[in-house]
DNA sequence: CCTTGACCTTCCAGTCATTGGAACCCTTAC
DNA sequence: GTAAGGGTTCCAATGACTGGAAGGTCAAGG
């Protein structure tokens, strides 16, 4: 299989495909023709780490996941692990934005907004 | 004033006060030894970048801003407007997370996280 | 046989906002 | 004189792609 229907199979663009074989998470086979060569695993190794990636996992982790998913004497404690390590980041990022939300949505709904000069916005940036 | 001033005094470190001359975000002054020599201004508009990037504008936003805040005749509603627009990427980035969060938790409350291979983090991401 | 268009290849550069390090200069105190 | 603790510049790396240039390959149509 050419790259184009590997990118149309497990939804990555051609070009993050050529990435992931570059930093080796992916090994296609290569035809005569020096064309990548996906097989049916490879397609399907793919859309694992599509769907790591879109559940927010950085490339490391999506070759340490994708290591244990190939590993069939793994522990899934190790797995839990990656995934509750990811889970505390990402709450955290939430608990974050939701702060920065706050402030700025308060901020907002502040500012008139109108054609004259004053800002609550900039009051605050500039340290009120 | 010399930069481990001007950073201690608006709380950004010095490496970063470098890179936003280098951007043209702000132009301090030099001294006769080639140093840098921040003003009071200098300063309070570091400070000013350093609240702007703390609610997450990036650094073009923050150009604005800084623009706005010094044109005296500005109109509110320019500021309104790109504190609404960032407001409207957080709460979609936040939405983004929380969903990754509510897949993932569930996935990680239904791993039993033990010594044998069998995990529903993985299976779900195989495809199940 | 030739051309056209749609593939494919590699390599280089850019994104964003820093951060680290190397190599070197300046100032102050002892 | 020298050591510590500033300062300077420039280059390279981060993460995860993405765009583009220059060129090779392949199937179909004239």
Known sequence: ??????????????????YYEQIGL????RSANSYR???ETDVHNLAFIARAR????????CRAL????????RASADVK???QRHLDEIEAKILQLAEMRDT???????????????????ASMSGD
Chains 1, 2 share one sequence.
């Open 37 to 39: 060569d996906f097989s």
């Open 54 to 61: 879109a559940l927010g996992f950085s490339i490391e982790d």
């Open 104 to 122: 700025l949505s308060a901020l907002v709904l502040a500012c008139r907004g109108n054609h004259r000069p004053d800002c609550p916005i900039l």
């Open 26 to 29: 992916i090994k296609p086979a």
């Open 1 to 18: 299989m050419n790259i184009k229907q590997a990118a149309e199979a497990s939804g990555l663009p051609p070009k993050t495909i050529r």
């Open 81 to 83: 692990a990656i995934a």
């Open 66 to 73: 994708l290591a244990l998913y190939e590993d069939k004497s």
